[in-house]
């Protein structure tokens, strides 16, 4: 049976819809960012866990959000453009999306369904993770303040 997770998609920042079963067989961690959070830094140690396992089959999916404290007002092509100059990211990125209330993106609503956190289904705040196995399985949630490095763990057990 096909992962629910490998029948969503997404838009990357230009608008074009990216099918989620592109990343069927991988690990995959799906991040919701913001690039003027105090936790931004973060991208620099996303972007180490996806140059150190991309090559084993690890993927990264970031997915700007201006839900919390309105820390990403970037337009789509601008907010790409600053995390790649000024955090260095090179993991896929996709459009401005909503985490939580009526237009939660359908990632993050099928995501949030799979595995609750310390507000129960809600979104807490930027740089939620969510580790999913290689067959699309949510495994496990990560708090906004995990670094990446504490997840590095999880990642290697499920490559």
């Not at 069927?24 to 150190?52: H, I, M, R, S, W």
């Not at 999306?97 to 359908?106: F, L």
């Amino acid at each position: 049976m096909v992962s629910e997770f490998y029948q969503l998609s997404a838009n990357n920042p230009q608008g074009q819809s990216v099918d989620m079963a592109a990343f069927e067989g991988k690990v995959v961690l799906v991040v919701n960012t913001a690039t003027q959070c105090g936790l931004t830094p973060q991208f620099e140690g996303l972007e180490k866990l996806y140059q150190d396992y991309k090559g084993k089959g690890f993927v990264i999916l970031g997915f700007p959000c201006n839900q919390f404290g309105e820390q990403e007002p970037l337009g789509n092509d601008v907010m790409e453009e600053t995390c790649k100059i000024n955090h260095g990211v090179t993991f896929p990125l996709f459009e401005k999306i909503e985490v939580n209330g009526p237009h939660t993106h359908p990632v993050f609503k099928y995501l949030k369904s799979r595995l609750s956190g310390f507000l129960g289904r809600r979104i807490k705040w930027n740089f939620t993770k969510f580790l999913l196995d290689k067959n699309g399985k949510p495994v496990k949630r990560f708090a906004p303040v995990t670094k990446p490095a504490d997840i590095e763990v999880h990642i290697k057990a499920l490559l």
